[in-house]
């Protein structure tokens, strides 16, 4: 019986989400982990894969997602980022897991808040945690950065061309007032845009801003590496990604093992890696899910198995 009437279908619609499940290849009696729980959507349905010895660790650092919470004797929710898997994975003195579900990225939820200011669709306080008990906001970011720092961060982040641009007019304007609201930076970066992919190009604006005040690439990069050596052979990797940055992470752990995909060979020239990603590549959600659920149009699914 689960513990709360908000579900998935209104906290967050779950992306590919028999792909993403099917993946897993769950064993009924394994051991699984969701490191991003949200809606609790892809949490149910490997739930309802597992038999009465299966458990699922599911994590959210973010307290909205303790209000889907399923009160299921095979599950157990983590309010953490799951940047620290491995030690939580100690703590409940779990040596190995059978599986890994990560569909990245901001939940639907998130961007409909009108207070939370993921959204420029919303003139909210520029704060953008996923964790409102820690660390710095958006608007700590615009103006206490530096102006090469900020340029760097909407180039790499953000995929921005006119990037120093972007970050001289920040520096600018804070220099007479402070950035406190989503609307401040429309104002500052609306101008710089090109009319014809405003709204892309403002989005992009505020998935770098996004990434780097919840550290999102450390925190991916330290989870990955942690998959390494947690997940029993056998065991699956399935990573939903949303933009190209990401994405190469994820590709590279999985087909080398490693951050940068450099390829390691052993005393007799043998490519060595932890994993092996399945034949099917990458996957794509399909137009009628794309209709359905626009969230999903940029989604790419890769799946590997741990040898």
Known sequence: MEKNVKTASTYHVPVLLKESIDGLNIVPGGVYVDVTFGGGGHSREILRRLDKK???????????????????????????????LKNWMRYYH??????????????SHHFDDETRGFSFRFDAPLDMRMN??????AAD?????????????????GELKNARRIAAAVVKTRGTHAFT????LLDVVTPLMPKDREKKEMAKVFQAL????????????????????LIRP??????ITYHSLEDRIVKNIMKAGNIEGRAQQDFFGRFESPFTPL?????????????????????KLRIAEKR
């Open 141 to 157: 970011v615009l103006n206490n950065m530096g102006e090469r720092e900020l340029a760097d961060m909407f180039y790499l982040y």
């Open 279 to 299: 034949k099917s590549g990458v996957i794509v959600p399909t137009e009628e899910e794309c209709e359905a659920n626009p969230r999903s149009r940029s989604a």
């Open 132 to 137: 409102k008990r820690a660390g710095k906001t």
């Open 210 to 229: 996004r990434i780097e005040v919840n550290q999102e690439m450390s925190a991916l990069k330290e989870m990955l590496l942690a998959c390494t050596s």
């Open 94 to 107: 779990v040596e190995a897991i059978d599986g890994l579900l990560a569909d990245l990225g901001v939940s």
């Open 181 to 184: 609201h989503t609307q401040d």
């Open 54 to 84: 299966g458990h699922l660790y599911s994590f959210d650092q973010d307290a909205d997602a303790e209000m889907n919470m399923l009160c299921d004797s095979r599950f157990t929710f983590i309010r953490s980022n799951f940047r620290y």
């Open 234 to 239: 056998g065991g699956r990797l399935s990573v």
